[in-house]
């Protein structure tokens, strides 16, 4: 409870089960928009997977068994998605290295994206298939229904809150005492984290508009160095000896290391603004705020009798 009073009184609830079909439609119109490529397709049916499954830990513990289920299922619908995700992940990584002084001809820069283009479409074409769309539109429908089935309405701020401070925590946790020396797998759950964290923090901004849109923003930031970071690493593998890209290994090593070495310059100063309260303070400031709202919606509501 916030300030030692519970505010159940289930438009909460409604504000979440309103966030959540959002999502659930956005997924529905990535499968069905004629406009999009199969690859744009894919981003946007992965993004809202994504939300979703930030929503379902969010409430997972007034939600129960089910959730978990279907945030399991989520996922596994997201990693058979995944077939192109390395070398869209390193045609991300060569745009990142055009920011920098690239050792490359125009040349080169063409002939390495035209090869990891290739790849991207070849791996896309085996996984999106009509079978995969069929599966992705099931799952929704399922999660429509479950929506109907699930107690939203009962779901209170203390509840939400707490899900937050769980998921804060988490990522708080992962933020390493030695970035530059920090290994990739290290770094990837850190950003799992920090994404989650963020739509969550999405979900509550119709709460706090300026606070939480400031803060997912801040968190988007800390995805996007941590996410150059993951595609430099997933470059780095291609560059391997046999592997597509091993002819530029020389020129591309230093080159990358030196991006990585500036993302992750930048995400230590992220994170350590993003997460410098203590859970439990982040905890008391968010239930502070929801406080001063409920006392101005109901001064509001005394002034209007």
Known sequence: MVGGTSHG????????????????????????????????????????????????????????????????????????????????????????????????????????????????????????????????SRYLDYATLSLDRWPLKAIDFDTVADGLTVTYRRARQLIPDNWPETEPEHLHDLRRRVVEHRHQMELIEPLWPRLAKVWAEEAQRLRERLGACQDLAVLSGFTAPHHPLAPWRSRLTPVIEARRAAHLKAAARLAGRLFAEKPKAFRRRIAALWSVRQARKQAKAADGE
Do not use: C, Y
């Not at 309103?18 to 997924?27: P, Q």
């Not at 069905?32 to 513990?61: G, I, Q, T, Y």
């Open 9 to 136: 009184d289930g438009s909460f609830g409604d504000d979440m089960a309103a966030a959540a079909s959002s999502i659930i439609a956005d997924a529905r119109r990535a499968l069905a928009d004629p406009k999009l490529s199969d690859p744009e397709a894919v981003h946007d049916v992965r993004k809202a997977l994504k939300r979703w499954r930030a929503f379902l830990r969010l409430l997972e513990r007034p939600l129960g068994e089910s959730a978990d289920r279907m945030r399991a299922e989520a996922r596994e619908l997201m990693r058979a998605l995944a077939g192109a995700r390395d070398a869209q992940a390193a045609l991300d990584a060569m745009n990142d290295l055009r920011k920098a002084e690239v050792p490359f001809s125009a040349t080169s820069m063409a002939t390495i994206s035209a090869r990891l283009t290739e790849m991207r479409d070849a791996a896309e074409a085996a996984t999106f298939t009509q079978d995969m769309r069929d599966r992705l």
